[in-house]
């Protein structure tokens, strides 16, 4: 008991110097987090390593006689790869949704698209993992040798297979570690739409009567970001104006009106390529539509940089 205690204690504080240096004790719920992380970290672990040993003692090469049955090895193994799964797979969900925050943000970042091919490789290992638990199931309290050969040669590369994919995710896990997570470098398209507030225009602009402008951020962080601006009439169509021109504003007047350089790209539909946000938090897109040669209508468009 004094060793098995030990060995727990020496696993545990293996597994903190790990998770206590990745993503785990960074942002919000350090304090599920960390233990999280190093209780997925045990369960990988005991099941890669268990796996390794089981190829490497219990699945003889061919034309070599076994000097272990399958009872106890093969067995007790397998039902601590189950629970060792069942505590990979909840752990791993809750780290993903921690690190990820969205399903945009999956298949949007390098973090998100490790995340997936680890997943990719999870799936596989239990699908070779069934095909391991049915010849335990079948071949239950009776000696290696005694399988067909054929059953040994399938187990052998079940087993082997496993071993593979579990070093892939393994590898993959580690990539993870020094990638940004997902929930930091995503930041979802602004879309915003407000109506366009003009009483009265002539020629084209007075379709913009009942109308909205829209307006499309992207990738709505710090730095450069392309802004495509849409002047919608009430039926869906665009419509065109002489001049749009626009600035860069902080709600709390904290920061000078940054100039946005805004161009044609078609009529009804303007692009600023080249909108530069310094800092994270709440701005404002004021747009200066001229709407005739003597009028011009201010719009704002809130949003939110992250």
Known sequence: MVLSAGAVAG??????????????QTGEQTWLAVPMASLHLIAMSLWLGGLIALAACVVVPAGRQASVSLEPALPRFSFLAQICFALIAATGLY???????????LGATPFGLLLLGKLAAVLAVL?????????????DREPLDAAPTAALRRL???????VVLGIAVLSITAVLVNT???RDGYAPPVNGTVPFPVAAAAGEAARLRGGSVEVKIEPARPGGNVA????????????????????LESPDGMVPALPVKVTAAEPGHYVA??????????????????????????????????
């Open 95 to 105: 780290l993903a949704w921690r690190q990820v925050g969205s399903w945009g943000a």
């Open 127 to 139: 699908v070779l993992a069934a095909g391991a638990r049915r010849f335990v199931r079948r071949r």
């Open 228 to 247: 495509d601006i849409y002047l919608n009439a009430a039926d869906g169509s665009l419509v065109a104006v002489p001049e749009v021109s626009g600035s």
């Open 156 to 162: 052998r590369r079940s087993v082997t297979g496993e």
């Open 180 to 182: 940004a997570p997902a």
């Open 273 to 306: 390529n080249a909108m530069s946000i310094p800092y994270r938090g709440d701005w404002v897109l004021r747009l200066d539509i001229r709407v005739s040669d003597f009028d011009e209508t201010p719009v704002r468009v809130p949003f939110t940089a992250r």
């Open 11 to 24: 696993a545990v504080a293996l597994a903190l110097t790990w998770t206590l240096a990745d993503h785990s």
